[in-house]
């Protein structure tokens, strides 16, 4: 595992310039120029950054509890993986015929299961090593919807297509100076919350990061069609499909080395893309290039087999899905042994349930925990070493990569999003930083919004 120091990782931003906006009228009978030293100052309680599926909780958390929120967000809808990354089943909110994950995040699972006419998994069924059997399937579209409204109802200020480029900490406040399609702001808040996924705020306002030097494959997910499986002769396909790996035309990693499953599946969940990083838009713009151009060569490929020749793409979505990037060295690292023997911490504030679940380039072999584990996750891990008024939630929590790898998904980062946001209020409410706020009052507060504590 890597450490890496602020002034490292900004290498990767890149020089900001705005230039003159020049808006014109349909006869261009006047032109309007937006200075690039012109910046609005905006003040907030809480400032959350990004929302993904993390961010989305935190910020409504936070707006319920009575405080002025805003939610900055590059993209141009809410819901992160679930929506963006397409990945519409976020993980298990159950353990051993037991709910264990609530809430806010909950709330909106359920609904927009509801609004679908969709079903819930029969969870008093046990699962045993079939943990998907417990997933929840979801309209991802409609999740964007409700997490939207949802967020607006709540008074949360959304602001879309804008990314943070500085945060200092200035007069016992954040200042995050903020960058976006004709927009250059400096938001001003009480506490900050960071739920970009890759610690990219944290990294900003100088907290080191950590790194390991190796990451999992991202996934963009799609839904192929026009073929028929029973028609199909699987022996033929898959030597066709080992001549055009061994000639360089096809990389078998891509698609865990298994053409029959691409098939079977229709594309659901099994691109793998080497090397995937959304920490920056150069890195983001390689990944997603990377994943698009693997699909349409396999596209290709499959086209030209007896029985595929109409194989069509029904749908994909707009970006890659990233596992692992960059994680925060907070005040305590959840370690993998702590995870797998769910140690129940003082300062526990939500629970997690997911086997350890490591991709690499030959696929991925879920670690499942035994019987009875239900692994917590305390308020320290969600706190930079030396921070003030700073908080996380999500992918980039303090973990070691193993941990790491079952605490990424959804429906536990609803609960560290939801439990962020809860400490955040009361710390700008008492005029704090989270970690001098009593763990029973953070709890409460959760428990008061159908959170579940440990």
Known sequence: MTKIERRTLLKTLGGFTLGGIIPLTGNAVSTNKQSANKIKTINTDILVVGGGTAGVIAAIQAARAGCSTILVENGSQLGGTTTTGGVSF???????????IRGIGWE?????????????????????????????????????????????????NIRYYETPVDARFDGNKWQVATMGKGTHTRIVCNQLIDCTGNAWVAALAGFDVLREKETQ?????????????????????????????????????????????????????????????????????????????????????????????????????????????????????????????GKVFDDAVSYSFYPIDVHDKHGVVPKHLSEGIVPTIPLRALIPKKSQNFLVAGRCVSSDRLANSALRVQAS??????????????????????????????????????????
């Open 90 to 100: 976020p993980g298990l909110f159950h353990a051993w015929g037991k709910q264990i």
């Open 108 to 156: 909106l699972v359920t609904e927009t299961v509801k609004m679908d006419d969709a079903e819930l998994p029969d969870f008093s069924i046990p699962t045993g090593r079939q943990h998907y059997k417990h997933q929840v399937r979801l309209n991802g579209y409609l999740y964007a919807l409700l997490a939207e409204a949802k967020s607006l109802e709540a008074g949360v």
């Open 217 to 341: 494959p991202g996934s963009l997910m799609f839904k192929i069609g026009g073929y028929d499986l029973d028609s199909l002769d699987f022996k033929m396909i898959r030597e066709r499909y080992n001549e055009a790996v061994n000639k360089g035309r096809l990389v078998k990693e891509e698609f865990r080395n298994n053409i029959e499953g691409l098939l079977r599946s229709a594309g659901d969940n099994i691109s793998h893309v080497a090397g995937a990083d959304s920490t920056t838009s150069e890195s983001g713009t390689i990944t997603n290039i990377n994943g698009r151009s693997s699909l349409l060569n396999t596209l290709r490929f499959l086209r030209e087999l007896p029985g595929c020749e109409k194989t069509r793409l029904i749908s994909m979505q707009p970006e890659t899905g990233v596992r692992e990037t960059y994680r925060i060295d907070g005040e305590y690292q959840i370690s993998y042994d702590d995870y797998v023997t």
């Open 413 to 454: 980062c609803m609960g560290m999003g939801q439990a962020a946001g809860a400490a955040a209020a009361l710390a700008c409410n008492t005029k704090t930083t989270p970690l001098n706020i009593p763990i029973g009052q953070i709890k409460s507060m959760i428990a008061d919004h159908g959170g579940i504590v440990p």
